[in-house]
């Protein structure tokens, strides 16, 4: 029989998650960001899911040609744009659109022939401070761009540093004002808002939105899911393999960091940080066990972590577990572990076999 250990992809919660997106800006276009293989759920999953989405933007060339095999027919977005001139080859081949974020992009597209014209996009800076252009730049590199024989079209983007709060800075605001200085009078589309803009200031006007982790079903900030209406896309879900009795004072595991205060059952679960499972996920963390709550108890192992059987006294070899999911949502886990639910999805290991449902 095969490992128990499955991350189960939701295609209905990806759909529903991509609908309210777009019902959160209506009149405003869809890249749904499906980079680092559609955050963990998989590139094929996403096409389905997400057919109702205007276009695809990730970063990975292999990957996008990839999306053009599967029969994706809508503009592709490569958010990094060109790392060196040979991509633009790549980029005319399986029309995809580069972000152009820096005068060496602007280099490559003059000085590289290409046949058929390409539609780009200009990143500004507006306080992230990684990628894109100073607002003192953009008229001249806009100008720049639309004179180049290699490029059809132009459209304006920047990135939100804080959209999930306003009390850290650059706030949304900021960031908007510096965009709406840096690009007066240009005439092009522009697009803005990630998932925390989408969800939590829709107010913001864009002809394009980009969002990547509410479609699967994350949380972009300090509010849950549910509460945001979020659908979750991936059920990582294991079994009982073992069960030990621990006698007070006996311990668990690696380090020994757990240790029983009173006579207790355990379960030992088929899922360790070799499948991504956070490794510092502490004691206390949740696990579903049959549907109720338990915890992880002392140091994830690579390829088992321990639970906590009191609360499911019947609970057995066989017993189900929800390392994170439906009804325990992924960023509940990456809290406990020191880190968000993005890394949790993203970082499901080969190993893990998957099964896509909806
Ligand atoms: C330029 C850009 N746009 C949109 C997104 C999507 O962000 P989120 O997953 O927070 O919605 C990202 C993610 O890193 C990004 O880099």
Redesign the pocket.
Known sequence: MSRPLVAITHLDAMQANLRLARQAVPGART?A?V?ADA?GHGLASATRAFAAADGL?LIEYDRAIWLRELGWQKPIMM?QGMYRAADIDSLVRYDLQP?IHHAGQCRMLETTPVPRPLDVHL?INTGMNR?GFMPSQVQQVFQQLKALPSVRSVSL?T?FANADTHSTAPDVDTQIAAFREATAGLDAEISLS???A?LLQPQIKSDWI??????YG?A?GAQTAASLGLQPAMTLQSQVIATQSLRTGDSVGYGSLFVADKPMRIGIVACGYADGYPRLAATGTPVLLNGVRTRVLGRVSMDMLNIDLSPVPDADVGSDVTLWGEGLPIDEVASHAGTIG?ELMCAVAPRVRREVRG
């Open positions: 890249w960001v980079k955050y933007s958010m972000v990143k990628l983007m990135h990630n998932s925390a989408t980009r969002p990547g982790v509410m479609l994350g972009p993005y």
